[in-house]
């Protein structure tokens, strides 16, 4: 996984810097080729947001839920077919 983040630094930044600022959208979309990482990059975005850390630790009670998939507030909606419908948001 922070392999993946690494490789995608300016977008790991970018979010960093509007938490800081407490900038942050209402949504993100993360789209891009397949294997570039854009899970990863979305858990990260979660881990940042909920870690009991300045940077997510990945061993706080929190990372470890989001990590696990079971943070009450990170839920991983899937394709249902060919997209997400708007049942399951």
Same mark, same amino acid.
Request: charged share 20%.
């Given at each position: 996984? +922070? *392999?993946? +983040?690494n490789?995608? %630094?300016n977008i790991k930044k970018m979010l960093l810097n509007a938490k800081e600022k407490n900038r942050l959208?209402? %949504?993100?979309?993360f789209h891009g080729q397949h294997g570039v990482g854009k899970l990863d990059m979305a858990l990260y975005f979660a881990l940042m947001n909920y870690c009991e850390n300045k940077v997510p630790c990945m061993e706080c009670p929190s990372c470890k839920q989001i990590l696990a998939g079971e943070h009450m507030n990170v839920?991983?909606?899937?394709? *249902?077919g060919k997209g997400i419908k708007k049942e399951q948001i």
């Open positions: 996984m +922070i *392999d993946k +983040i490789n995608q %630094a959208s209402h %949504a993100y979309l839920v991983l909606i899937e394709p *249902d």
